[in-house]
């Protein structure tokens, strides 16, 4: 079945984020409408689950969340705990992430990692001299770039950047630095010093960025991390994509997560590894996403000669 969820949009002092897939206690996506059903199963199938939360109709936490961000201005300078120090100090996940950029203002960049080694203690000194800022690695963006963002990676995204973002069901963030900026109430935001110490990765990498050859109608793997698979898709002629068995905890479906990011597709529910039964089709249009759930695999086609979209899964 596919399932389409109500965007919830949040407007922040930076920009916006539009919250298309999100098992957040307090933030929790609601069905909006299904399709792939047989005709008769239609009403059934719509009583019994619009208005139900994307938790309730998974059947546990839904493992993931997906955003779409808009960027006018600079994000504060962050950074999340992996999963065990989540797990000792707040009792959840932590949180990896990646960014797929879809579009950029002229000069947009992010930062990501460090572009020189430092120590704990180094770190503390620079936020508090207001220098952090200079040991970070920037780098220039254009749309099609692709950042993977283990937990522990420092980061932040800079006005100009629309990208969607890929992530662990997880709030954990630690504020590490947010430019001495008053919040809504005046007051300077709080900054996680000493909690952000212990979870920051000061390894310096040789490359912070995913590189990858986009091929159409083909299958293009960007980011394969133990928390989700993410493959990009330029297609100009239809496809079926397997929806991969999830190999997780009892009670857990296998599903597979489609966001729109330029064109428009139509997803069909009912198909086979090889063929579709022309089941009904869902529409997914540039900045929404769906979610495909129990299905052996999905046909996609494009509409309107060609289009470009993520496919996520566990
Ligand atoms: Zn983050």
Redesign the pocket.
């Known amino acids: 079945m596919i399932y389409v969820f109500d965007p919830i949009l949040k407007t922040l002092v930076w920009g916006t984020e539009l919250w298309v897939l999100s098992g957040v206690a307090g933030s929790e996506s609601i069905c909006s409408a299904v399709s792939g059903v047989r005709q008769e199963e239609v009403a059934v199938a719509t009583h019994s689950l619009v208005g139900r939360s994307l938790n309730e109709i998974y059947g546990a936490e839904f493992p993931l969340l997906i955003k779409f961000i808009d960027a006018k201005k600079d994000l504060s300078i962050?950074v999340?705990p992996d999963d065990t120090l989540a797990a000792a100090r707040h009792n959840c996940k932590g949180?990896t992430?990646m960014w797929y950029l879809i579009d950029t203002a002229p000069g947009a960049q992010l930062l990501v990692g460090f572009k020189q080694r430092i120590g704990p203690e180094d770190y503390v000194r620079l936020v508090k001299e207001n220098r952090i800022t200079e040991v970070l690695a920037r780098h220039d963006v254009k749309p099609g770039d692709v950042f993977y963002?283990p937990a522990g990676r420092v980061?932040a995204i800079c006005g100009g950047c629309y990208l969607a973002e890929i992530q662990e069901t997880s709030d954990i963030?630690y504020r590490i630095y947010d430019y001495n900026r008053p919040g809504l109430d005046g007051k300077p935001r709080q900054l996680h010093t000493e909690l952000a110490k212990d979870a920051i990765d000061y390894k310096v990498y040789p490359d912070y960025r995913t590189h990858y050859s986009p091929t159409r109608n083909e299958e293009v793997e960007l980011v394969s991390d133990p928390h989700f698979v993410t493959s990009l898709y330029e297609i100009d002629k239809p496809q079926i994509i397997p929806v991969p068995r999830t190999a997780g905890q009892s009670g857990e479906k296998n599903f597979l997560i489609l966001i729109g990011l330029e064109g428009e597709i139509s997803v069909s529910a009912g198909c086979t590894d090889s063929a579709c039964k022309g089941a009904q089709s869902q529409i997914v249009r540039a900045g929404s996403s769906v979610l495909a759930m129990d299905e052996k695999a999905v046909g996609i086609s494009p509409l309107g000669g060609s289009a470009r979209f993520l496919a996520v899964h566990l």
């Open positions: 962050q999340h949180k992430e963002l980061h963030t």
